[in-house]
């Protein structure tokens, strides 16, 4: 029987009904309390964390996300039901948590991941267009590395209990949500009363739905950057067919929900400057493509026993801190006064995403094992 449930979700088929059904669940939970256009954002998830556990002070985006925690142990489920769970380190771990670092400036300069910047697009936000060209260029980039021999090392089995860190981590941040603990007066654990942080479904549908994309997604290997990884390398459209589905499903949904708005301006924790979009995703995508998979699927990878794949996203939550500590993080567009004032990045977030790029290419560039 399990071998019949592994072929399905190996086939075609199977990464199109587990992508359609991310793509329906993700509105689903927008429409039942996540902010807009945000049912599932995986960058912006793991920043609101960050501010949860007063990583940064930005009051508007923190709350541990329920959906977080289940993408890590609906992939732990599945990877034990399937006798897939290893547990395995040792692949250039520093240099996967600055990758993790940069990925997030990359993330927050546009205001969302590649799976937002796809939910983005199916309710119309059109910068949605602009950052996944972004991020098939910073991909497309990655991919020129692969090719001329770049890798971080291989990872090699460890002990079971090192593959447990992350599940058990996110038990703590499950514990942490449903009792609050404040440890000082006026500190942490910090909760969103407006903004962003404040919109949120309940804690049990949450949760619910992320284990289940969590199992779907490593059962079936679901990963956007792999999905242009795989197109640009190796013509594989595979996982593509997955990542479709996502985007009609999700667009199909929010139409019959009425969640669908077109247009580039003022759409909800967005912004329409297009160079730092597509600069932004650049940088998310290369690092994605050099750390081997974009934050969803590192959280399922963390999920299934990867321990370096835990270390880049733990580098995503200190890079969300980094982000919104030095003011790198983006800006959303605003009517002020009944003048369009666009968003963006400030000048120091401009250095930090051409840093980035510079960072990631010289890690390209000098681990490849031929040249």
Known sequence: MSEKITRFFASRWGIVISGAAIGILATLLQRLGNPPN?????????????GA??????????????????FVLG?????????????????????RFMLGVFAMIGALTFLGCPWRALLRLAGGDLNGITALIGLTAGISIGVQFLKSG????????TYSSAGWVMPLAMIGLL????????????????????????????????LIVGLIIGFLAQRTRFCTMGS????????????????????????ISNMLLGQVRFGFVLQPVAHSNHVWNFLGMTLTGLAFALAGGCPGRQLFLAGEGDTDAGVFVLGMIVGAGISHNFNLA???????QGVLNVGGISVYGMIAV??????????????????
Request: a positive charge; aromatic letters at 10%; one cysteine or more.
């Open 38 to 50: 945000m049912g599932v954002c995986v960058a912006c998830f793991e920043r609101d964390i960050a």
């Open 53 to 70: 556990l007063g990583l940064h002070r930005v009051s508007v985006v923190q709350y541990i996300r329920p959906e977080i925690i289940g």
């Open 75 to 95: 992939s732990t489920i599945a990877a034990l039901l399937f006798r897939e769970f290893r547990a395995r380190a040792g692949s250039a771990p520093l240099v």
């Open 150 to 157: 770049y890798n971080l090392g291989r990872s090699y089995k």
């Open 175 to 206: 514990l942490l949500l449903v009792f609050r603990p404040q440890f000082v007066p006026g500190g942490p654990i910090f909760f969103s009363d407006k903004g962003p942080g404040s919109l949120h479904a309940a804690i049990p549908v949450s």
């Open 228 to 251: 242009l990884r795989d197109i640009i390398l190796m013509r594989d459209t595979h996982l593509l067919s997955g990542v479709v589905a996502f985007v009609v499903a999700a667009f």
């Open 330 to 336: 983006g800006r959303a567009d605003a009517m002020v």
């Open 354 to 371: 051409l840093l980035g790029i510079t960072v990631c290419l010289v890690v390209g560039f000098t681990m490849r094992e031929k040249y």
